[in-house]
């Protein structure tokens, strides 16, 4: 994915409102970008870091910028938009750089499904009628050399994970992709610490058959690409207590 227009560099003074961050651009001119992302941004929201934005292509939109990039400690660069995972996944399922992902006819996005949702992406071979239901989460958190999901409490998550469940158990195929914004990891794992519930749901839905795949992106100020994938992590779904005679 290629930003049509160079992005802008500045500096962070702070995050706030979880949509709202104020930057000091390169001519000392303070901005407050819009910031799409509804998680804690934990390590990538520090004050003083360097940001890029992207500026607005609507004259009458109230905030001027978005909040595209962050680099954080260590020099990386982190992509924290969270409208671009769907459309990079999207992309690269259909020019086969998630080889996993192959071998459909149809890439649809934002399909609904389930009782009252929409899917990421809905992909669908023409001769079987084949489906395949993605759901893509945006993946900011990194520590200790693994990228890491939830970074908030996300009871969301756990509710979509039900919902791929019975995507399964009515004979499709259900896959959870993590994007890592970022190229500094090794591997993917849940961070249990912040939502231990996610842990259990992300790990029964598995054993259930909804399958998890993690992808790592390479970010520049020019482009967000898909790059490589990450080996997973994860706890196994803990075995059912025995019943007593």
Not at 138 to 154: I, K, Q, S
Not at 187 to 212: H, N, W
Request: aromatic share 6%.
């Amino acid at each position: 994915m290629q930003f049509t227009t160079p992005l802008i560099r500045g500096t962070l003074i702070k995050r706030y409102k979880r949509f709202l961050a104020d930057v000091t651009l390169a001519d000392g001119t303070v901005v407050t970008a819009h910031t799409a992302n509804s998680g804690s941004m934990k390590g990538c929201a520090e004050p003083g870091s360097a940001v890029w934005l992207s500026p607005a292509d609507n004259p009458n939109r109230k905030l001027k910028y978005t909040w595209e990039i962050v680099q954080v400690d260590g020099g990386g660069l982190v992509g924290i938009n969270t409208s671009w995972p769907n459309a990079l996944v999207a992309d690269a399922c259909a020019s086969g750089v998630i080889p996993e992902l192959c071998g459909y006819d149809t890439v649809r996005r934002e399909v609904k499904y389930g009782k009252n949702s929409r899917i990421d992406v809905l992909l669908e071979k023409s001769e079987t009628g084949e489906k395949c239901y993605v759901e893509v989460k945006n993946v900011t958190l990194a520590r200790d050399g693994h990228a890491e999901f939830p970074d908030a409490v996300t009871a969301r998550g756990a509710k979509h994970l039900v919902e791929m469940t019975d995507m399964v158990a009515e004979g499709h195929r259900a896959v959870m992709v993590y994007l890592v914004q970022r190229e500094d990891c090794r591997a993917f794992r849940v961070a249990a610490d912040i939502d231990p519930a996610y842990e259990k749901a992300l790990a029964l839905a598995m054993s259930q058959g909804v399958e998890a795949l993690c992808y790592a992106c390479t970010v520049t100020p020019e482009a967000i690409t898909v790059a490589r994938p990450l080996p997973l992590n994860l706890t196994p779904a803990a075995a059912p207590e025995p019943v007593s005679a």
